[in-house]
C-alpha cells in the first residue's frame, strides 16, 4: 500500500502535515503574537509604522534603517514585519451600520434586489445571457440608469480588480486595481464599493445595475451579522444609504454573470 518511509505511513494514518509545514505554522503564529503585546513593546517600536499607525515614530524602526542597518536586524523581526502585511482588520462589530433596526434590510428593503441565474426546464443559461443583454441594451439607452460592470481575479497571491461604469452608453470610468494578499471576494467588495462610491458623483441616477460573478460578495453587504468582510460591508452601507436616503426611488440590482457569459 506505502511506497515511503515508514515514519511517512504513521504521519498519512494520522493526518499530520510534514514536520517543515507544521514548523512554518508555528513560526507564523509566533510572528503574529506581536500583534497581542501592549503598544510601548519594544518589539512594536521597531516594527515599521504601516502597522501601527497609532504609533509614535521610533528611530529604530524598520522603515528608519538603511540597507546595512537592515541587514543586522535579525530575520525572525524582519519575518514578523512581512507578516503584518497579510493581517487586515476585518471586523467592525460595532458600527452604527449594523446597529438593529439601523440596517439597510430594515430601512431599505425594496430598494437593493439580487438575480442570480436558477436553471429549470423552462428557462436555460442562454435565456439567462439574453435577458443580461437586453439589460445591457436598455440601460444604454436610460440616461437615468448606470451600469457597473466589474471582474476581478487572484493570481499568484495578487488581486487585480477591474470595473467598468457606463451612463448612457458612455464610458465614464475605468478602474484597474492590483493589491496583494487579499481573497477574490476582498477584491470583489473593493471593486464594488468603487463603483458605487462614484455613484456618490453622478447625480440624477435612478438605479444602478451591478453585473459581477460573485453575488455572494454583494450579499454580504446587506449581512448585519458577524463576518469576516464587515469592514468592507460596513463601508458600502453607508454610501448605499446616502444614495438611498437622496431619493427613495434610487435603486441598485446586482446580477449574476459568469464566466460562461464570456
Not at 510601548?40 to 509604522?49: D, F, G, R, Y
Not at 541587514?71 to 471586523?91: A, C, G, Y
Request: proline share 3%.
Amino acid at each position: 500500500m506505502f511506497y515511503t518511509f515508514p515514519s511517512f505511513e504513521i504521519e498519512a494514518i494520522a493526518g499530520l502535515i510534514p514536520i517543515n509545514l507544521h514548523l512554518c505554522k508555528l513560526s507564523g503564529h509566533a510572528q503574529l503574537r506581536a500583534h497581542s503585546h501592549p503598544h510601548n513593546h519594544i518589539l512594536k517600536s521597531l516594527l515599521e509604522l504601516r502597522s501601527f499607525e497609532d504609533l509614535n515614530h521610533y528611530p529604530l524602526s524598520l522603515d528608519s534603517l538603511t540597507h546595512c542597518q537592515r541587514e543586522n536586524i535579525k530575520d525572525s523581526i524582519i519575518d514578523m514585519d512581512n507578516r503584518f502585511n497579510k493581517v487586515l482588520s476585518s471586523f467592525d462589530l460595532l458600527n452604527v451600520e449594523f446597529s438593529p433596526s439601523f440596517c439597510l434590510i430594515d430601512i431599505f428593503p425594496s430598494c437593493f434586489s439580487f438575480h442570480p441565474y436558477t436553471k429549470h426546464k423552462d428557462y436555460n443559461f442562454e435565456d439567462y445571457t439574453n435577458q443580461l443583454n437586453n439589460i445591457v441594451i436598455s440601460s444604454s439607452l436610460n440616461l437615468l440608469h448606470a451600469l457597473i460592470i466589474l471582474d476581478t481575479k487572484v493570481k499568484n497571491n495578487v488581486a487585480m480588480s477591474i470595473t467598468h461604469i457606463h451612463v448612457h452608453d458612455r464610458s465614464i470610468v475605468k478602474m484597474i486595481y492590483h493589491t496583494a494578499n487579499i481573497t477574490s471576494t476582498e477584491a470583489e467588495l473593493f471593486a464594488i464599493r468603487y463603483g458605487i462610491n462614484q455613484m456618490t458623483n453622478l447625480p440624477g441616477i435612478l438605479k444602478i445595475i451591478v453585473i459581477t460573478d460573485s453575488i455572494h460578495a454583494a450579499r454580504s453587504i446587506f449581512d448585519s451579522s458577524i463576518h469576516l468582510l464587515q469592514v468592507y460591508s460596513a463601508a458600502i452601507s453607508k454610501e448605499l444609504r446616502e444614495i438611498f436616503s437622496t431619493n427613495s426611488n434610487n435603486l441598485i440590482e446586482f446580477w449574476k454573470c459568469s464566466s460562461q457569459c464570456d
